[in-house]
């Protein structure tokens, strides 16, 4: 796969982005002998690339699972708020940049990288990779919401949410003692019966979802009149999240876990 010129000497460590452009006008730079005349010239597999007479490696892409605490953007940069990138002690963290979104507020699971094309696969619409969150809302999910959230909501958007799937779902009451625990309203006969008429204050369950539109979890219980109070993000594709990794703590991704998101059929389906 190509990449910019000045893209590719940047990630070989060889300084910022600036700073190689300027290494590259002022004629430092070959490219298969010839001199490099723009930054944005493309670097092809086998192009032979030379600074100062030096032969330029390119650096190997990297992987980081960060479990993001709420108050942190999701973004490579951001004027007024701490962005997740700056929470990455890594050799070029400028050029790493978050897989999708999670909301200001919204917890969990978030894979950086500079690696364009995994990311490409994971967010195009066409590949339909499921992405897992844990929600609180206030009030109880019935049966008629688990219907609606498989049949796809308007949320306001040109069209319908795809289906959706609400899972592991549990009541709590307002002492925050927990009611009752099914792995899907669905699987009750008769829910009414099954609570025996006692007060919902807050259901905690999963929702599958396998788009990532704006604030699509929220406005799709906020369609049914479920507000969200908690939200995180447990899982992409084959990814789950570290449970040992505590808020704002991150690592590196396995060769196994790089592999199963290039490779599985959620990542390329």
């Known amino acids: 796969m190509a990449m910019r010129l000045d893209k590719f000497l940047a990630h070989a460590g060889l300084g910022t982005r600036s700073e190689v452009k300027k290494f590259i006008r002022s004629g430092r730079v070959l490219l298969n002998g010839a001199e490099a005349k723009r930054p944005e010239e ?7 690339v030379l600074l100062d007479g030096e032969a330029v490696t390119k650096q190997e892409y990297e992987y980081y699972m960060l479990n993001k605490p709420g108050g942190v953007i999701s973004a490579s940069k951001d004027e007024g708020c701490k962005t997740v990138v700056q929470l990455i002690d890594c050799p070029h963290p400028q ?23 995994l990311a490409h696969e994971l967010l195009s619409p066409r590949k339909h990779v499921e992405k897992v969150y ?5 009030g109880k999910v019935t049966e008629e919401d688990v219907e609606l959230f498989a049949e796809g909501l308007d949320i306001g958007d040109e069209k319908r ?10 009541y709590y009451n307002q002492e925050g003692e927990r009611i009752m625990s099914e792995s899907t309203c669905a699987a009750q006969e008769n829910l009414e019966v099954a609570l025996g008429g006692t007060s919902v204050y807050q259901t905690r369950l999963e929702v599958i979802i396998t ?25 992409m594709g084959n990814l789950v999240l570290d449970k040992e990794l505590a808020l704002g703590e991150y690592r590196r991704l396995t060769e196994e876990e790089v592999s199963g998101l290039k490779n599985s059929k959620l990542a390329l389906r």
């Open 42 to 48: 493309q670097v092809e597999e086998g192009t032979e």
């Open 211 to 235: 788009e990532g539109r704006y604030h699509q979890v929220k406005r799709m219980f906020s369609k049914v009149g479920k507000p969200v109070q908690y939200l995180r993000r447990i899982s």
């Open 134 to 138: 844990q929600v609180w809302v206030e």
């Open 161 to 170: 949410t795809r289906p959706a799937k609400l899972q592991n779902i549990c």
């Open 95 to 117: 050029d790493l940049f978050p897989v999708g979104r999670l909301d200001k507020d919204t917890e969990g699971l978030l894979l950086l990288t500079n690696d364009g094309a």
